[in-house]
């Protein structure tokens, strides 16, 4: 079946970079997403790569896929105390419907 | 630039008592969803609605039913609260397969 796996919690000080994985099962997956959730906030939408593509880059942030092994990463560089939130990764799924499979979200923590 | 708005922000209610969370989007989507999210498990899928007219079942429907009002909104309605039920509940959009969604801001239910 369908499934996001992510670790629950990640603590960086204030400069370092920042790498959250994730792994996911469906290798159909068209897109793959990064949210982030600040306190009482929804969820925002980060950034997302296409399955063909091996990297994308943001300003401070990488996304890189791996699909042979279904794997996931977003790397914040210069991580800063604002970054501190719950980051999501998300997959597409085989489903034509535009549902999305979600990871249970990591908790970055970042130290001044 | 209003997106995704859900009322209310916040709810208490008593067992028993029934419940609509509202649900409108502005940005002329097709697809709508409701999920709720409750600590370490993520996001999980309650229903969705891929267009006007038609809703279908997530991962933990029961206890919930849905109104696809019409293309800008989507209702949630609890008949009987119960405890369980006490999460953060989320509204999301996104325009055909494979888009991202958006999220509103979250509706934080309590069951007594």
């Known amino acids: 079946g369908e499934d996001v796996e992510q670790s629950l919690f990640l603590s960086v000080r204030e400069g370092d970079s920042s790498v959250i994985n994730c792994t996911y099962t469906?290798?159909?997956?068209?897109?793959l997403y990064w949210y982030k959730q600040e306190p009482g906030a929804g969820l925002q939408l980060l950034t997302y790569i296409f399955s063909n593509m091996d990297m994308k880059q943001d300003q401070r942030l990488t996304v890189l896929l791996n699909k042979k092994d279904k794997h996931l990463s977003l790397r914040i560089a210069d991580t800063q105390t604002g970054d501190s939130a719950i980051y999501f990764c998300?997959?597409?799924?085989?489903?034509?419907?535009?549902?999305?499979?979600f990871g249970q979200g990591t908790t970055l923590q970042v130290k001044p | 630039n209003a997106g995704v708005t859900q009322t209310p922000k916040f709810q208490v209610l008593k067992t028993g008592q029934s419940m609509t969370l509202q649900c409108a989007q502005d940005m002329n989507h097709n697809s709508m969803y409701w999920y709720r999210q409750d600590p370490g498990m993520g996001l999980r899928l309650i229903y969705y609605?891929?267009?006007?007219?038609?809703?279908d079942k997530g991962e933990v429907p029961n206890g919930y039913n849905v109104s696809r009002l019409n293309k800008r909104e989507f209702s949630l309605r609890l008949e009987s609260a119960a405890p369980s039920q006490t999460s953060v509940y989320f509204c999301a959009s996104n325009e055909v397969n494979n888009q991202p969604q958006h999220f509103g801001d979250g509706t934080r239910l309590s069951i007594l």
């Open positions: 609605s891929a267009s006007e007219g038609t809703t």
């Open positions: 469906d290798s159909s997956s068209t897109y």
């Open positions: 998300a997959e597409s799924g085989s489903s034509n419907t535009g549902k999305l499979i």
